[in-house]
């Protein structure tokens, strides 16, 4: 996997290991058996009650865990942080085609400059972008070069003719 500059996974195409999907699978069958979607996926326990974790726990864990997958794993940035998690996810949308002020708007920014300043153009997009305005530019429709430039040019015929 490949990070960027703020730490996020910046590649659509990297998915996470078989062994995360098995760990989430059994996370979910422990704590969520029969889950509507309505209790938190992630929760501490507070008087017999399920609560949404503080972001002080969510980011105690996720900087327990992130020194554990560094360990494992040399390419993992050596802070990791939940908003690497939010950056991965609007870099994925965005790759994929999001339009920056749908983005914008999905992630709550108030003006699409805030969404900018991690939603870039990597090299796959120039790649794509350079393509299509080539195309745009190169691929012409068929002229008919037996006809003349007024056929079918209703507007043009009256001028020509001094009717307009």
């Given at each position: ?24 699978s059994r ?76 983005l914008s ?8 400059e805030t ?50």
């Amino acid at each position: 996997m490949k990070f960027d500059k703020f730490g996020a996974c910046n590649n659509p195409n990297d998915t996470i290991s078989d062994d995360t999907v098995k760990h989430f699978s059994r996370y979910q069958k422990l704590y969520h058996p029969r889950s509507d979607g309505s209790q938190p996926m992630f929760y501490t326990v507070r008087r017999g009650v399920k609560t949404y974790m503080s972001d002080d726990n969510v980011l105690r864990f996720i900087k327990k865990y992130g020194e554990v997958a560094k360990a494992e794993n040399p390419d993992i940035p050596e802070r990791v942080h939940p908003h690497m998690l939010r950056r991965s996810r609007s870099m994925h949308l965005y790759q994929a085609g999001m339009p920056l002020a749908i983005l914008s708007e999905w992630l709550g920014h108030e003006s699409p400059e805030t969404t900018l300043i991690y939603a870039y153009a990597d090299t796959e997009m120039k790649r794509k972008a350079i393509e299509q305005a080539e195309t745009n530019i190169f691929v012409r429709p068929a002229v008919n070069t037996n006809a003349g430039i007024w056929e079918g040019n209703k507007d043009l015929i009256q001028r020509l003719c001094g009717l307009s």
